[in-house]
């Protein structure tokens, strides 16, 4: 697997990460939204050819894991075969698009999110790791999840465009709303934006045809969703579950969860809602992740029934799992975790070096600790 082994960057189905426990590919379903076929299809693909587990990422992709290098391009066909990548690899590349998963057909963000797939081929060639987001609903739900290129509903009810870092953007012409998303991305590369990676990180000045003090509006309140521990479940696990209760499509969410659509009142949840995995965020850590060099998931399950805030364990500093601040943030280090409070996994820890079974001391030992 050594050709596959490259860090810094997300992987895609055409270019696969190696980690711990084989390739990872990463599948980016249109809209964020599969058949009911193309999901039992997906499930028993990645039983075939991987491992068999499914992660949800926060750009609401499916990362298959456990793929061998003999499988890899079989597994492509059969993704291919079942509409879920494009055939042309270039293409899948640039279709890095996050949207709204309460989306409707022919609502703005079923439009603007067709269009920009229509359109893949004027974008210019952006940093692996730019995203768009297209949350176009009556009001954003995805104002904390990653993405460098925003539309969505301004406060005064019109959608408007913003540039990921920036508090405000501007309104949108009707009918011109991708054209001018691309327009942006063509001045980001063009401006030196490539060399910063991210719009956030990009300090050119907006051309002024970019720059407003349109704000978005007031998030709206997410819609019902089943979520999975640490934004994981085995391909056999979903299957049986459509299988036995006739699911019509699956809609994947930046929220380690997914939606269910077609699923009868009163159906038993998938996994039961206290528990403490679905609370806690956690990366895949040792050995999975030739990054981690400790074990992660199962301390984030003792922890989190004892945390009365968030709570983020992360298999090394770069932090994966969780993009946004928590309460109680412990960060892998040479065997050991180090303690963040109420930040990120690479900000400053309070305290260095913590044996797995002495952390719950040294988190609750604090006057007024979380």
């Known amino acids: 697997m050594s050709g596959f082994v490259v860090k810094g960057w997300c992987p895609d189905a055409y270019r696969p990460m190696a980690a711990g426990d084989g390739l990872l590919v990463r599948v980016r379903p249109r809209l964020a939204r599969l058949t009911r076929e193309q999901t039992i299809g997906l499930c028993a693909a990645a039983i075939a050819y991987g491992s068999g587990e499914i992660d949800v990422t926060q750009r609401a992709n499916l990362q298959l894991r456990g793929v061998t290098d003999a499988g890899w391009r079989s597994l492509l066909e059969r993704l291919v075969a079942l509409d879920l990548i494009d055939a042309d690899a270039d293409r899948q ?22 269009e920009l797939l229509a359109r893949l081929d004027d974008l210019p060639v952006l940093p692996g790791k730019f995203g768009f987001v297209i949350d176009a609903g009556t009001a954003p739900v995805l104002l904390g999840d990653p993405g460098d290129l925003r539309i969505e509903r301004s406060a005064a009810g019109a959608l408007m465009l913003r540039a990921d870092g920036r508090a405000t953007g501007v309104p949108l012409e009707p009918g011109a709303e991708i054209a001018t998303l691309i327009a942006l991305a063509h001045w980001f590369v063009t401006s030196g934006g490539t060399a910063a990676g991210r719009m956030a990180r990009h300090t050119a000045a907006l051309p002024a045809w970019a720059s407003g003090d349109a704000r978005p509006a007031a998030a709206a309140p997410r819609g019902p969703v089943t979520p999975l521990p640490f934004g994981r479940i085995h391909a056999n696990t979903l299957a049986r579950y459509l299988t036995a209760h006739a699911v019509r499509t699956v809609r994947v969410t930046p929220w380690r969860a997914l939606i269910f659509e077609g699923i009868a009142p009163g159906t038993p949840p998938l996994f039961p809602a206290d528990e403490a995995a679905i609370r806690a965020d956690a990366c895949v850590g040792a050995p999975a992740c030739p990054q981690a060099s400790v074990a992660t998931r199962a301390l984030a399950q003792r922890l989190a029934p004892h945390v009365a805030g968030t709570l983020h364990v992360s298999g090394c500093a770069k932090g994966c799992a969780r993009a946004q601040p928590a309460d109680v943030v412990l960060v892998g280090r040479d065997g050991r975790f180090d303690l963040v409070r109420h930040g990120r996994a690479g900000d400053s820890p309070v305290r260095t070096g913590l044996h797995p079974d002495t952390i719950p001391d040294h988190i609750f030992a604090e006057p007024g600790a979380v």
């Not at 590349?93 to 067709?114: E, F």
Request: charge should be negative; proline fraction near 5%; glycine fraction near 4%.
């Open 93 to 114: 590349a640039r279709a890095n698009i996050l949207v709204a998963p309460d989306w409707l057909d022919g609502d703005d963000t079923h439009r603007l999110a067709n």
